[in-house]
Nanobody, 128 residues
């Protein structure tokens, strides 16, 4: 059973930085894709960054150059380093896993309900 647990959220002013963590357990598959989703106020969940078992990373345009996703396999933990934060980055951040394939070119077209494994989320609030 794959389990995910996010931490590291908080409140920062615009321009600040935060690093989120996603601790995993039971992730023994050779191939996986882990997505960081953001759910803003009264919005659905939207993928913003992804990393797969080959270490390949993907980002949506609005966070490119500001967010960096990485993983430490020895600690079974993934990270989302967020710099130059903007008020529109506010939301609940979740990590979710697909354990069948790596992150493909269609990563951002896959709906959130297709991901079987989710953490409980961590809140990020960016004030102007």
């Amino acid at each position: 059973q794959v389990r995910l647990a996010e931490s590291g959220g908080g409140s920062v002013q615009a321009g600040g930085s935060l690093t989120l963590s996603c601790e995993t357990s039971g992730l023994t598959n050779d191939q996986y894709c882990i997505i960081w989703f953001r759910q803003g106020p009264e919005q659905g969940r939207k993928g913003v960054a992804a990393i797969d078992s080959d270490g390949k990373t993907r980002y949506i345009d609005s966070v490119m150059g500001r967010f960096t996703v990485s993983q430490d396999n020895a600690k079974n933990t993934l990270y989302l380093q967020m710099n130059s934060l903007k008020p529109e980055d506010t939301g609940m951040y979740y990590c979710a896993a697909d354990v069948t394939y790596g992150c493909g070119d269609d990563t951002w077209t896959i709906p959130d309900y297709a991901y079987a494994y989710w953490g409980h989320g961590t809140q990020v609030t960016v004030s102007s």
